[in-house]
């Protein structure tokens, strides 16, 4: 069945007989031409990270957006289309820094200004020529290892205009380039996982929310703020999770959410929900501290680890105080660090015991020294519990994250445009360099700094040594390095050091405005496109329409990359012949043979794109009845896990036998490098930075949402009103918080939601540098700023963005206007 979207219907019922009957005569060459356009007035379907959007056109100009799937909890993050498109921020033509091209004679030499210099504009094919030449020297005189094209970021929603993999594709057929390892979401659990559990886990399906509601006695939110982040996906949307979330809140089960902040997610379900305010970055004691209740009460399930696990013996010793530190991890002992009291553990402790158990964890416990622990222990208390694998039970590492826990829908799904094709694959004369460069030099993403600081270095990697390669040119698409990566400063010292750096984005962001060549990218309203639903559910299938024509010259990368394959005579591996409207049939029709052969009755794509609607796939009772790792309980022989026994892995010979200091064979109490156990005098508060209800990450800082929560103009900042108080700090005040790895402005906001020597700012605030000094004040209140850079451990190198001592205090000095959302000089 599909629903059906009133949007200009008669319009492309029109274009839909005139298409047609060319297509049934050409399959590839007529849909660019018809159906490619986008409409001056009416209602256009398209989609975006935060689900389906109804999108009403007047006189070719966007005035509003509103979402196709109805939610029983707004979401803000729908409504602000015209602001992405119409921002004064937009980049409008192709422009170059003007020191660059000053020094394009001693290009060899970088001049030091990136982020500090004016640009000048110039046409596309002066851009191409540009980029061409500079991809050619860089090449011939470094090789592959020279070219970083591991740009990450959350792009744009669709499965054809994935701007980094688009890059990365040009990349592959014409010579080959260095890559990135992991992500910056999970880079601890990811690779913790695969050890302990045979599987990455944290993007694997858990169970069905159906079961959750119909099992569950009690779930536990820890570290996971659902009502902020199921409003986006990977993909797009499916706008389900906040129905689950308002579901759970109705029901009869307990909630708990163990959290340092009083998350949206609490105040959402209000008294329905307990909050157990932990320390940050001590969950591990806390979950050792319940271990050892249940190991002294003998309420632990020796059958299932007996049945299921290895290592139980080592972590129980460990646990009991006969491990490498000696140390009994009693209530006592946990209550000192996490800061919940002894008596509130036990009680924890006999109530998972007591009731089946769902611990819905999210990722951002993990993105802290020794990260890797956090997951693994959550897994050791769920498998002491012995209810991993029964309804409503164990453990789901992503009911946060796109929706997981939404049922899986039987459909056919849409396939992605990849890296290779056959073509490029099997011919390339450059292909073994490729995957030279893709195997032996790609590193951790978020060890960018260190590889621009320290190029032929060695490090540590999940039991094997690598070397930082030396990067001589960067291209960047889809992503926000200046945003995401953490202690900003040092990454602003090391992104100095390449030759050549290019930036392709739709907005002047701060590392747009770090970059020499800058080309201004579409928006995904500004190019056709097609999606899912549901990373996890798969719900929908969504044409992304075109909208309106593009801003300025702004230009697609799949016509910016089919430019240059042609420049490097790879057009054809590049393309497979294929323009955007046939790649868009052939994915469709792709999904479309697999829904047929599980009797999916779906629309010819050209009617599908015609009908200017939203199709719904089928919810399956499999679906529906999901139990996460149940064929395992049932049978561990035949449905083994994917480790080296078979079964969970509570301690791990593998990671054991690597002998690293800082991630052993188990999990383990390792103290962070910074946390409030080490704090003193000069930093005395932890900061940590939980995602906005109003952004998603640094997108649509820009836009009119940033009225509705702005303080003083910057980022808000929470403050415990003990330590507002001791600072002369009052509700509305401009405060500075500041470390010995910058300093940043933000409003303050006193309440209760932290706990005293905490402060929460969220992350997602744009980078603006008052000016290029070591230690530039971040006038718009970005928190990476303060965060530490450093790997997780030897086995991840994940990033540590919850690890950070500040001190805030009244900003006193005069209160400079931000120049975060305005274009650099020399740009209109």
């Known amino acids: 069945m599909s629903k059906r979207i009133n949007c200009s219907r008669r319009d492309f019922l029109k274009t839909s007989a005139l298409v047609t009957g060319a297509f049934a005569l050409s399959p590839l060459a007529p849909l660019n031409k018809v159906f490619a356009q986008s409409i001056k007035d009416g209602k256009v379907i398209t989609a975006a990270h935060w689900g389906p959007l109804s999108v009403t056109v007047k006189d070719g100009k966007v005035i509003k957006s509103e979402p196709v799937i109805k939610n029983s909890i707004e979401n803000p993050l729908q409504s602000v289309v015209a602001d992405q498109l119409y921002s004064k921020v937009r980049i409008k033509q192709p422009m170059v820094r003007k020191g660059f091209l000053d020094n394009l004679n001693n290009i060899e030499n970088p001049d030091g200004k990136r982020g500090s210099d004016k640009f000048v504009p110039i046409s596309w094919d002066e851009a191409y020529d540009l980029i061409e030449n500079q991809i050619r020297r860089v090449r011939d005189t470094y090789g592959s290892e020279g070219i970083f094209a591991g740009s990450y970021g959350w792009r744009s929603s669709g499965v054809l205009h994935k701007a980094f993999t688009l890059m990365q594709r040009f990349f592959t057929a ?35 929310w159906e079961v959750v509601l119909k099992d569950s006695k009690v779930v536990v939110f820890w570290s996971a703020n659902l009502h902020n982040t199921t409003q986006i996906a990977w993909g797009s949307s499916d706008c389900q999770g906040l129905d689950y979330l308002t579901k759970l809140k109705e029901s009869n089960i307990k909630v708990l959410v163990i959290d340092p902040t009083y998350s949206e997610t609490a105040e959402f379900l209000g008294d329905k929900a307990e909050w157990i305010p932990v320390n940050p970055t001590t969950d ?147 292909n073994k360099d490729w995957l030279l460069a893709k195997t032996e030099l790609s590193f951790p993403v978020a060890r960018i700094a260190d590889a621009l600081h320290n190029p032929g270095t060695q490090y540590p990697y999940n039991g094997e040594v690598r070397t930082f390669p030396h990067i001589k040119f960067i291209w960047w698409c889809g992503g926000n390095p200046f945003h995401h990566h953490q202690d900003l400063n040092r990454l602003r010292k090391g992104w100095q050091k390449p030759e050549v750096i290019i930036v392709s984005d739709p907005y002047w962001t701060a590392t747009a405005k770090h970059a020499d060549i800058v080309l201004p990218a579409t928006t995904s309203y500004e190019r056709n496109d097609l999606t899912m639903t549901g990373d996890y559910s798969n719900m929908h299938i969504v044409p992304m329409k075109k909208v309106v024509e593009p801003v300025g010259q702004a230009k697609d990368d799949l016509e910016v990359f089919t430019e240059l394959s042609k420049r490097f005579g790879v057009e054809e591996a590049f393309t497979e012949g294929r323009d955007e409207m046939a790649w868009l049939a052939h994915f469709y029709n792709q999904a479309q043979s697999a ?116 303080v003083a103009d910057r980022e808000p900042v929470w403050l415990n009103k003990k330590d507002a108080d001791a600072r002369g700090i009052k509700d509305g005040d401009l405060v500075r918080i500041y470390n010995d790895r910058g300093q940043v402005l933000a409003g303050a906001v006193v309440n209760d939601r932290v706990t005293e020597n905490v402060i929460a700012l969220h992350e997602g605030a744009w980078y603006d540098p008052a000016d290029g000094s070591d230690n530039a004040l971040c006038k718009n209140g970005c928190g990476n700023v303060l965060a530490i850079d450093r790997g997780t451990s030897s086995l991840a190198q994940g990033n540590t963005g919850q690890t950070a001592l500040v001190n805030v205090e009244k900003y006193t000095g005069e209160a400079q206007p931000l120049s975060a959302f305005t274009p650099p000089e020399g740009a209109s």
């Open 174 to 208: 014409s010579g080959g380039y260095v890559g990135h390892l992991g992500d910056y979401s999970t880079g601890a659990a990811q690779v913790i996982m695969p050890h302990v559990l045979g599987t990455v886990e944290v993007y694997e399906q858990p169970t069905s």
């Open 595 to 710: 829904a047929r052969q599980q009797r999916i009755p779906m629309p010819k794509f050209v009617q599908f794109w015609a009908r200017n609607e939203v199709y719904t796939n089928p919810v399956t009772e499999k679906g529906k009845n999901w139990v996460r790792y149940a064929d395992f309980r049932e049978d561990p022989i035949l449905k083994a896990l994917g480790t080296p026994s078979g079964k969970i892995e509570l301690f791990s010979k593998t990671i054991d036998d690597m002998n690293y200091e800082d991630c052993r064979g188990h999990a383990a109490w390792l103290p962070p490098v910074e946390y409030l156990g080490n704090a003193d005098e000069k930093y005395p508060l932890q900061m940590v930075t939980p995602h906005s209800h109003y952004r998603l990450h640094s997108q649509l800082n820009q836009t009119s949402l940033r009225k509705q929560y702005a």
């Open 284 to 430: 591990v004691p806390l979950m050792l501290g319940i271990c050892h209740e249940l190991i002294r009460n003998d309420w632990y399930d020796k059958q299932f680890l007996e049945d299921y696990c290895v290592g139980s013996d080592i972590v129980t010793e460990y646990i009991l105080g006969n491990g490498f530190d000696k140390v009994e991890k009693t209530p006592e002992w946990a209550a000192e660090i996490c800061g919940i009291p002894a008596n509130k553990i036990r009680e924890l402790a006999k109530l998972f015991h007591e009731n089946r158990t769902m611990f819905m964890a999210g990722w951002a416990m993990q993105r802290q020294h020794h990260g890797e622990q956090t997951h693994w222990m959550l897994v050791t208390m769920a498998a002491y519990l012995g209810q991993i694998g029964l309804p409503g039970g164990g453990f789901g590492l992503s009911y946060h994250y796109s929706n997981g826990g939404v049922p899986e829908h039987k459909a056919g799904v849409l396939p992605n445009i990849g890296l290779t094709s056959e073509s490029s694959q099997g011919s390339s004369a450059n």
